[in-house]
């Protein structure tokens, strides 16, 4: 994906891109303008790689996330509920079928392992007391979004 978009951002010279464990790399700190993060946080531990991100933004840096959830209230799993024919729409245009083969089903299963899935209500604490004013929205797709400008140095 770093390759098509560093294809895709060549008449931006200022944009770096990097591919790493966020838990494992070492960040350094006020270095960044935005740091965004696609489906991954639910592979570690927000309230460990929150800090680490918040101390490598700069002041009015952009911390930018779209990531997965677990449904919760009954407006969640409504809202929810609309992303199912959606999905199932996307898996017939993009793979030509609605079940995917038994390898790829077996390496999903092993991929969502040790996935963990917030609620929104988790979130929103975890982010009221480390990211405060957060933007949280729900989105199709059992996907949230989260947007946070960095206003202080700590």
Known sequence: MIVHAKERST??????YKAADVMAYDLPDAQFDCIV???TLHHVSMEEALPKIKRALKVNGR???LDLFEAETIREKFIAAF?????????RLHHGRLREPDEAHAAWEEHGRSDVYLT?????QICDTQLPHAKI????????????TKTTTD
Not at 11 to 16: Q, R
Not at 83 to 91: A, E, R, S
Not at 137 to 148: D, T
């Open 11 to 16: 008449t931006y010279p200022n944009i770096d």
């Open 37 to 39: 993060s696609i489906a």
């Open 63 to 65: 911390l930018m996330v």
């Open 83 to 91: 992303g199912v024919p959606y999905h199932l729409v996307l898996k």
């Open 120 to 124: 929104l209500s988790q979130l929103r």
């Open 137 to 148: 929205r729900q989105h199709l797709l059992w996907r949230y979004s989260l947007i946070w």
